[in-house]
């Protein structure tokens, strides 16, 4: 029951961790239509950023708040040289050029940082386990991570729905000539969300940092999920990237931790560990594909685009 | 047609022939790095004719297609590991494993379009990767060496280098004719026409569905085939065949040579592998350039080698 709970609890981090980067790939595919490949190399450059600033400044705190800036200043660098070009053009196009801008991070993190990866320690205060209820113990670390990634989440849900800004975004996804036209600076508009999804992506990254090694290629496996995290609730909805992502990193974690033992007791032991790895990796495709054959929009399609 | 000679049916007509003619120049200088390097560009530009088929042609834009690659290869990798060399069965099995996996992928993908499309069809190419890599028996993460390549009858001996060299050659010239002769079709302008308008086609009264998933399926056995060539050349299969990021490399293949014309591809296949030769030699840091470039095809050259060479002719 125990390690029933935490499982869950590390399906819930990792499904709001995917949910940071799900929100940045939506919120970017639903205001200006664009395919973004590499904004798993911002993940990953959150995360060699914080990595780096920590072990200068000495402070975790202050290498994350660098990091978190330094990724957002990448973005929109990248947003105003490259992303411009794109916009209105075709999906293919997205796909290739952003892959190309994957193979130009992946190299100048090699050229800069070396092939060999990095590690973010973690300070003492969040190094240790809590009691969350009695007789459980839980990580700080991804305690943290969960209540950060809510916040942001409530965040994101307010900046969008509740302040001018964000009347400005949905206004812009469902018809930018139109916000154009009323005056609004629409090449600011969209270097900022550019921005902010850059900073989501980054600061999932930097989270996950102190989990895992900070490594050339992590984006890569990561954005995949997140894609179908986008894809199954339905591409430029938040919320539906907010179910999705949830419901993603529930069940790949207890997939990963309980699939094994439910195949044992209908296959033979040999045949159910040989088994097990394959079909549990493969549990969140089989979600995904039975999502668009029900529903080829995903869940929460953001209507007609 | 008075310009029937033009700088694009002249280049089409070079490098036909010089592919014909490479081992002639390789058994004078003694370069076989460049047979190897040639067999290989050949092999996946194979792949990349048959991606054209349905991205350029079709307008079915698939990041999923190496999954093809390692059908096709597993089919041989796996059944060599069993001891079945034979390739009058090892090659009837890649194709129609291609053929099946093409067949369930592109049912189910094909309902979806736009960028749900793009994202399916990757999903399933990924889940395929991560079947393969926890397959123990066969390798799963590291792969799987072949020890002998398919065994054909006495005179066709595929560890003969020229000899598998032109066997390729001729398999890329047929599936090159094959998809001319289909694009050239009632088939395939039914595939094309509803590349530009779907609604329209099905309003006329033509089943698109049905149509798409054959051209997806004929795509796929096309490239299951170059998945056991390319089994055959390396020796050698590993999930790494099928990541998304080779999926990505054909993709780039077809954009680079020109979407929509059948030669294309090979002229994509031969530019960026060769780019990733020479740069590879240049710099270990390779990469750093290729990306930018891509980027400047993609912004400023649209139609790829093949639209740079038809411009030659209008100039």
Redesign the interface.
Same mark, same amino acid.
Request: avoid cysteine; proline fraction near 3%; charge should be positive.
């Given at each position: 029951m125990t390690l029933f709970i935490e499982q869950c609890l590390n399906g819930l981090q990792f499904g709001l961790l995917l949910f940071m980067l799900a929100a940045g790939l939506t919120l970017v595919?639903g205001i200006m239509d664009l395919?973004n490949l590499a904004h798993g190399s911002l993940y990953m450059i959150g995360a060699y950023f914080a990595a780096t600033f920590s072990a200068w400044t000495g402070s975790f705190l202050l290498g994350v708040a660098m990091a978190l800036a330094g990724t957002l200043v990448v973005g929109m660098a990248m947003e105003v040289i490259?992303m411009r070009? &794109?916009y209105g053009r075709d999906?293919?196009?997205h796909? /290739?050029?952003t892959?190309? &801008?994957?193979?130009?991070?992946?190299?100048?993190v090699? /050229?800069i940082w070396g092939p060999a990866g990095l590690s973010l320690p973690l300070p003492s205060w969040l190094n240790a386990p809590v009691q969350i209820l009695p007789g459980i113990y839980y990580s700080a670390y991804k305690l943290s991570i969960i209540i950060v990634s809510l916040a942001v989440a409530v965040g994101l849900y307010l900046l969008v729905m509740r302040t001018r800004i964000g009347m400005l975004i949905r206004a812009g996804a469902s018809n930018r000539e139109m916000v154009g036209a009323l005056g609004v600076n629409i090449k600011l508009l969209y270097t900022l969300v550019f921005g902010l999804g850059a900073a989501l992506a980054g600061l999932a990254g930097l989270m996950q940092a102190p989990i895992l090694t900070v490594q050339i290629g992590m984006g890569?496996i990561i954005i995949?999920l997140a894609?179908?995290i986008?894809?199954i609730g339905g591409?430029g909805s938040i919320r539906g990237a907010f179910v999705a992502a949830i419901f993603v990193g529930v069940i790949d974690t207890l997939g990963r931790a309980f699939f094994p033992d439910l195949l044992r007791m209908v296959l033979s032991p040999a045949a159910a560990s040989?088994?097990a790895?394959?079909?549990s990796?493969?549990l969140i495709?089989?979600l995904?594909?039975i999502v668009?054959?029900l529903k080829?929009?995903?869940l929460f399609s953001a209507g007609n685009? | 047609m008075s310009d029937w000679l033009s700088a694009r049916t002249l280049a089409v007509i070079v490098l036909l022939a010089a592919l014909v003619l490479l081992p002639v120049y390789v058994e004078f200088t003694g370069n076989r790095f460049l047979l190897t390097l040639f067999t290989r560009i050949i092999i996946l530009a194979l792949a990349a004719v048959s991606l054209n088929l349905i991205?350029g042609f079709g307008g079915m834009?698939s990041?999923g297609h190496a999954v093809y690659l390692g059908i096709g290869g597993y089919s041989v990798g796996m059944l060599a590991h069993e001891g079945i060399y034979s390739g009058f069965v090892q090659w009837p099995v890649a194709l129609a494993m291609s053929a099946l996996f093409a067949l369930v992928i592109g049912a189910?993908?094909l309902?979806?379009?736009?960028?749900?499309f793009?994202?399916?069809t990757?999903?399933?190419a990924?889940?395929a990767y991560?079947?393969?890599?926890?397959?123990?028996?066969y390798g799963g993460d590291d792969g799987l060496t072949i020890y002998k390549r398919s065994q054909f009858f006495e005179p066709i001996n595929l560890s003969n280098k020229t000899q598998f060299y032109y066997i390729c050659l001729a398999l890329l010239y047929a599936s090159i004719y094959l998809v001319w002769r289909i694009v050239n079709s009632r088939f395939g302008m039914v595939i094309q026409g509803s590349r530009s308008n779907e609604t329209r086609m099905r309003a006329i009264g033509f089943p698109t569905f049905r149509y798409k998933l054959t051209c997806f399926v004929i795509a796929g056995i096309l490239c299951g085939l170059s998945g056991a060539l390319l089994a055959n050349h390396t020796d050698f299969v590993s999930p790494a065949m099928m990541y998304?990021?080779r999926s990505?490399d054909l993709?780039?293949m077809v954009?680079l040579g020109g979407m929509g014309s059948v030669i294309g591809p090979v002229f994509g296949a031969i530019m960026l592998l060769v780019l990733e030769e020479t740069l590879s030699g240049i710099t270990e840091?390779?990469?750093?350039i290729?990306?930018?470039?891509?980027?400047l095809?993609?912004?400023f050259a649209?139609g790829g080698i093949d639209g740079l060479l038809g411009k030659v002719r209008h100039a």
């Open positions: 595919f395919v490259v070009r &794109l999906h293919l196009d796909v /290739l050029a892959f190309g &801008l994957i193979l130009f991070f992946d190299e100048t090699r /050229l890569e995949i894609f179908v986008t894809v591409i040989t088994a790895p394959a079909l990796s493969m495709y089989l995904m594909a668009l054959v080829p929009e995903g685009k | 991205l834009m990041f189910l993908s309902r979806t379009r736009g960028v749900y793009i994202m399916i990757l999903a399933f990924q889940m991560y079947v393969v890599a926890g397959l123990a028996r998304w990021t990505g993709i780039i954009v840091y390779w990469q750093i290729l990306g930018p470039l891509l980027l095809v993609v912004l649209r």
